[in-house]
C-alpha cells in the first residue's frame, strides 16, 4: 500500500515534519529567552508557505492512511493557525463555492455596503471571522463540522499543556507562528480575487507564474486553474493551466512580491 497519494508531497513534508521536530527540540532544549525570540523570528519566516501545503493537505489529503493525515493536520496547526478541516469548511466548502458571489463568500473582499474592502481592513475582517465562518460552514455539513471541532479541541488542548509546561517558549515557538500566519495567510488571499467582480471563472482569479513563487507555494500561482478543478492535485495544476490558458486574458496574471502585487 502506498502511503502518499502522490510522490511529490514526499519532499515538503519531511521538509515541514523536520521543522516541526526542530521545534519540539528548542522548545524542550533551549532556555535562553534571547535564543528563542531569535529562533521565533527565523521559525517564523521559513513557515510563510507552509500555509500554501496546509490548503493543498485540505484539497487532497497527503497519506493514503487517515491517522497520518491527522497527525500532519496537527503539525500544521501549529505551523500555520488553521487546523484540520478548517480549511476544508472555510475555503473548500465555503470559499470555492461562493467566490464568484460577494453577498456569500467566506473570503469576501467587499463589505456589506458593497465597497471594496482594502488590504487591511480584508485581513482584520475575515481572520477574526475565520474560525466563526467555519463552523458557520459546518451546519450544511454537520459530519465535517463535528471533525472540525475534534481537530479544534486537540490542537487548542495540546497548546495549553506547551505553554502552561513552559509558557515563554510554548508562546513563542507555537502561538506566535499560529496567530501570525493566520492573519498573513488571509492578507495574501487578498490579492487573489479582490476587484474582480464577474460571474466568469476564467475572469475571477489573479495568476502568478513565477517559477520560485509556484516552487515555493505547490503552484498555487495557477489560481484559475485551482478554482476550476479545487480537488485537482497541487502537481498537476501547470498541466491544467496549459489547456486554459489560451482563455486567460494578461491581465490576470500578476508578479508576486513580499509588499504587493504588480501588473505583469
Known sequence: MRIFHYRADIIPVLLFLSLFLLDVWVYFSVSSITLLIL??????????????????????????????????????????????????????????????????????????????????????????????????????????????LIMCTIQLLLLIILIAYNPIAGTLIFLVPMITWLVLTVYTTYHHHSGLDTDNHLHASYNILQPWYNLLTGNLGYHTAHHMKGGLHWSRLPEFHKTIEKDIDKKYYKKYNILSYTSL
Not at 484539497?59 to 505551523?79: M, W
Not at 455596503?113 to 458557520?136: D, N, Q
Request: glycine letters at 6%; a positive charge; one cysteine or more.
Open 39 to 148: 529562533y521565533t523570528i527565523v521559525g517564523v519566516t521559513i513557515k510563510a508557505f507552509i500555509c500554501a501545503w496546509n490548503h493543498h493537505h485540505q484539497h487532497s489529503e497527503t497519506f493514503s492512511v487517515p491517522v497520518l493525515n491527522r497527525l500532519l493536520e496537527i503539525i500544521y496547526g501549529f505551523q500555520t493557525g488553521i487546523v484540520g478541516y478548517g480549511w476544508v469548511l472555510h475555503h473548500n466548502l465555503g470559499h470555492h463555492v461562493h467566490y464568484l458571489d460577494q453577498t456569500q463568500d467566506e473570503s469576501a473582499w467587499k463589505s456589506p455596503a458593497w465597497e471594496r474592502y482594502s488590504p487591511l481592513m480584508y485581513t482584520w475582517v475575515v481572520s477574526i471571522t475565520a474560525y466563526y465562518r467555519a463552523w458557520k460552514v459546518g451546519k450544511k455539513y454537520p459530519k465535517i463540522q463535528r471533525y472540525f
